[in-house]
C-alpha cells in the first residue's frame, strides 16, 4: 500500500495551494481518503475527508469555505484544494486511507498513511 503526498510548499497569506494524494496497493473504491495535518507542537487535525464509493465529504469547522477535496477515481487520486490560506494552516499535511471512515475526522478511522509534505503560509 502506497500513499504518495505532494503539492506542499511555501505561499503566502491569502494565496492557494493543490495537493494531491495518490494511492496504489489498494482497492481505491473501497476506501476514504483523509487528510490530516500536524503543526509544530500541536495534535493532528483532521480536516478533510472524501468517500471514494460515493463522494461525500467532510470538513474542519477551520477549513470550511476554503478548502476543497475532490477525488479522480480514475487515477486512483484524491486533491485537496486550498484557497484564501491563513498562517495557521502551516503544518505538515498527510494523507491516509480508511476501510471504515464514519466521522473523517478522527486519526483513529484510517488504516493507511502516507508520508507528509510541508505547507508553509507565510504572513
Known amino acids: 500500500v502506497q500513499l504518495q503526498a505532494s503539492g506542499g510548499g511555501l505561499v503566502q497569506a491569502g494565496g492557494s495551494l493543490r495537493l494531491s494524494c495518490a494511492a496504489s496497493g489498494f482497492t481505491f473504491d473501497d476506501y476514504a481518503i483523509g487528510w490530516f495535518r500536524q503543526a509544530p507542537g500541536k495534535e493532528h487535525e483532521g480536516v478533510s475527508c472524501i468517500s471514494s464509493s460515493d463522494g461525500s465529504t467532510y470538513y474542519a469547522d477551520s477549513v470550511k469555505g476554503r478548502f476543497t477535496i475532490s477525488s479522480d477515481n480514475a487515477k486512483n487520486t484524491v486533491y485537496l484544494q486550498m484557497n484564501s490560506l491563513k498562517p495557521e494552516d502551516t503544518a505538515v499535511y498527510y494523507c491516509?486511507?480508511?476501510?471504515?471512515?464514519?466521522?473523517?475526522?478522527?486519526?483513529?478511522?484510517?488504516?493507511?498513511w502516507g508520508q507528509g509534505t510541508l505547507v508553509t503560509v507565510s504572513s
Open positions: 491516509a486511507a480508511g476501510g471504515n471512515v464514519v466521522s473523517g475526522s478522527s486519526w483513529l478511522e484510517y488504516d493507511y
